[in-house]
T-cell receptor, first 113, second 109 residues
Framework: DGGITQSPKYLFRKEGQNVTLSCEQNLNHDAMYWYRQDPGQGLRLIYY???????QKGDIAEGYSVSREKKESFPLTVTSAQKNPTAFYLC????????????FGPGTRLTVT | DAKTTQPNSMESNEEEPVHLPCNHSTISGTDYIHWYRQLPSQGPEYVIH???SNVNNRMASLAIAEDRKSSTLILHRATLRDAAVYYC??????????FGTGTRLTIIP
């Protein structure tokens, strides 16, 4: 089945540690996105990539880093510089050249203590 | 970036139509209006999108005001499975969407 996978579903880390969240898609989509969601809040865009080896900062990129070495993969690293990393992280993908929908993964809930 | 404003919550009876409003008074001429919905602890699901004209699909209808400063998502016959948080979002095509805080829809059996 085609879709987006995010792993793990739950992740626990100690403060001061970097952590990488995985996002893989087999939809052959060019564009991929990372969003952050806090309790009771909407989605805020962290980073997005329209093509391999290229990505742009979203609205809240500070303390995060990404890479896009393969079309199907867009990992997100939450660095120790991110002041409030505990959140629900969502990855999405879409076909860049068609005005349609973004497909979202199931999300990773990160807890940093 | 253009912002959207939605009511925090709404209730509707099962099998009745639901009208979910969204205000986007600072929308730009190239922004599409997108609607997504999200169940607890899941990723959002696409519902519908449009630019100027009203749109229909198997899930819902989207009514867009003539000045494009507001829109309404219409669920024609709500079921219990439609209970979710509905997000109205703006973006050029499907890139760089700006999501609001959403409306939590409760369906009363």
């Amino acid at each position: 089945d085609g879709g987006i996978t995010q792993s793990p579903k739950y992740l626990f880390r100690k403060e001061g540690q970097n952590v990488t969240l995985s996002c893989e898609q087999n939809l052959n989509h060019d564009a991929m996105y990372w969003y952050r969601q806090d309790p009771g809040q909407g989605l805020r865009l962290i980073y997005y990539s329209q093509i391999v080896n290229d990505f742009q900062k979203g609205d809240i990129a500070e303390g995060y880093s990404v890479s896009r070495e393969k079309k199907e993969s867009f990992p997100l690293t939450v660095t120790s510089a991110q002041k409030n990393p505990t959140a629900f992280y969502l990855c999405a993908s879409s076909t860049t050249y068609r005005f349609g929908e973004q497909y979202f993964g199931p999300g990773t809930r990160l807890t940093v203590t | 970036d253009a912002k959207t404003t939605q009511p925090n919550s709404m209730e509707s009876n099962e099998e009745e139509p639901v009208h979910l409003p969204c205000n986007h008074s600072t929308i730009s001429g190239t922004d599409y209006i997108h609607w997504y919905r999200q169940l607890p602890s899941q990723g959002p699901e696409y519902v519908i999108h449009g630019l100027t004209s009203n749109v229909n699909n198997r899930m819902a209808s989207l009514a867009i005001a003539e000045d494009r400063k507001s829109s309404t998502l219409i669920l024609h016959r709500a079921t219990l499975r439609d209970a979710a948080v509905y997000y109205c979002s703006l973006g050029f095509g499907n890139e760089k969407l700006t999501f609001g805080t959403g409306t939590r829809l409760t369906i009363i059996p």
